[in-house]
């Protein structure tokens, strides 16, 4: 992965609660067998939201999820392409900042409205205040 800069950072921050929803709508979707008619949104949301990443960052490894489908391919096959590189990419932002996992359990980070809501958050050593200054908003501690 390449190193970013606080801007770019930032960028991925603001990006990473809609790829969140994308990947958590699909899984869902899957589960509930309520893909039908479904796929080629799905395709169009993920590549949107990639594109934007790109934007925020020159990373070969975010062109690499681009998603290539069969002409054959089915809406459960292009939801489930789609849920799978919408993961990827969380991954990928929660690399980027050192949360390792925050998307799928233990600590919570939650963005809105400028306001980050931190349970027991520290991004490589700076700890919420630091968080706060990357941010720039105001930080919230969970009690």
Same mark, same amino acid.
């Given at each position: 992965?390449?190193?970013? &800069? +606080? /801007?770019?950072?930032?960028?991925? *921050?603001?990006?990473?609660?809609?790829? !969140? @929803?994308?990947?958590?709508?699909?899984?869902?979707?899957?589960?509930? $067998?309520?893909? =039908?008619?479904?796929?080629? @949104?799905?395709?169009?949301? #993920?590549?949107?939201?990639?594109?934007?990443?790109?934007?925020?960052?020159?990373?070969?490894?975010? =062109?690499?999820?681009?998603?290539?489908?069969? @002409?054959? @391919?089915?809406?459960? /096959?292009? !939801?489930?392409?789609?849920? #799978?590189?919408?993961?990827?990419? !969380?991954?990928?932002? $929660?690399? =980027?900042? &050192?949360?390792?996992?925050?998307?799928?359990?233990?600590? %919570?980070? *939650? *963005? +809105?409205?400028?306001?980050?809501?931190? %349970?027991?958050?520290?991004? $490589? &050593?700076?700890?919420? $205040?630091?968080?706060?200054?990357?941010?720039?908003?105001?930080?919230? +501690?969970? +009690?």
């Amino acid at each position: 992965m390449a190193e970013l &800069g +606080e /801007e770019k950072l930032r960028a991925l *921050i603001r990006l990473l609660p809609p790829v !969140v @929803a994308l990947g958590r709508d699909l899984k869902l979707a899957l589960h509930t $067998e309520t893909y =039908q008619g479904t796929g080629d @949104a799905a395709v169009r949301s #993920f590549a949107g939201l990639q594109a934007a990443m790109a934007g925020a960052t020159d990373d070969p490894y975010i =062109q690499s999820l681009a998603i290539t489908l069969d @002409a054959t @391919a089915g809406d459960k /096959e292009k !939801v489930a392409a789609a849920g #799978f590189a919408a993961n990827q990419l !969380v991954a990928y932002v $929660e690399g =980027q900042l &050192g949360l390792g996992g925050v998307s799928t359990g233990g600590s %919570s980070l *939650i *963005i +809105e409205k400028g306001i980050v809501h931190s %349970s027991d958050i520290t991004i $490589e &050593g700076i700890g919420p $205040e630091g968080l706060q200054k990357l941010l720039g908003g105001r930080l919230e +501690e969970d +009690e």
